[in-house]
């Protein structure tokens, strides 16, 4: 069983997100972004940073926490908000979309990576979201993974670290194979039998 810490942005969405990682066998701890430190990440096998209001620069502990969790090599997986904070900790320009989406659906096209593996190319997802990485900020540290068909970053991950996040909501009832994605996160945080669980788990 994985021991993860998630880090809440003061979002509503992060109990589906502790849901869907329940349902997959993950023991979740969840803690506000003022309410705990970068080093409590020691003692989990994984780090979760949630979607919330705002700017990366606004929410609290996570740069910091993405920081540290870079530092020893902690897994760590962001979600919106925490997505926007890994690019920004590593140098990106997070900036105003150019298109606003709250609650509507786009086609996903990536490559199979990271939590992405194994998942169609495109698939649907849900996006919440007014801000975005720019993607010509993007630093050499880092890969895109996946974009919409305008090209906007919907994915990325660390190339060398075990640090990835996505703009889009997995844990949203109309993003497909959103448990297969944690599943796909909790194997890199040393839970080998979460892909096998996700199977037959459907948006709640």
């Known amino acids: 069983m994985a021991r ?3 880090v809440d942005n003061y979002d509503s969405f992060v ?23 970068a080093s409590d990440a020691k003692g989990y096998d994984g780090v ?18 993405i920081n540290y969790c870079a530092q020893n090599s902690i897994p760590l997986f962001g979600v919106c908000l925490g997505h926007q904070a890994i690019a920004v900790a590593f140098g990106a320009t997070v900036s105003r979309a150019p298109e606003l989406l709250h609650g509507k659906t786009s086609q996903v096209t990536h490559e199979g990576k990271g939590v992405l593996k194994d998942l169609p190319s495109p698939f649907t997802a849900t996006r919440y979201h007014s801000l975005a990485v720019e993607k010509n900020t ?16 919907m994915s990325l991950r660390h190339k060398s670290l075990p640090i990835e996040g996505v703009q889009f909501h997995p844990e949203s009832v109309l993003t497909e194979y959103g448990h297969q994605m944690l599943a796909n996160w ?17 948006p709640v």
């Open 138 to 153: 993007v630093p050499e540290v880092l890969e895109v993974t996946g974009a919409t068909e305008s090209g906007i970053v």
């Open 4 to 6: 993860i810490l998630v």
């Open 15 to 37: 109990f589906n997100l502790v849901q869907y990682l329940g349902q997959l066998g993950a023991d979740c701890t969840v803690k506000r972004n003022d309410e705990v430190q």
């Open 186 to 202: 909790l194997v890199q945080c040393g839970d080998k039998d979460a892909p096998s669980r996700a199977v037959g788990l459907s």
């Open 48 to 65: 979760l940073i949630s979607p919330g209001p705002g700017t990366p620069e606004e929410a609290g502990v996570s740069i910091a926490m």
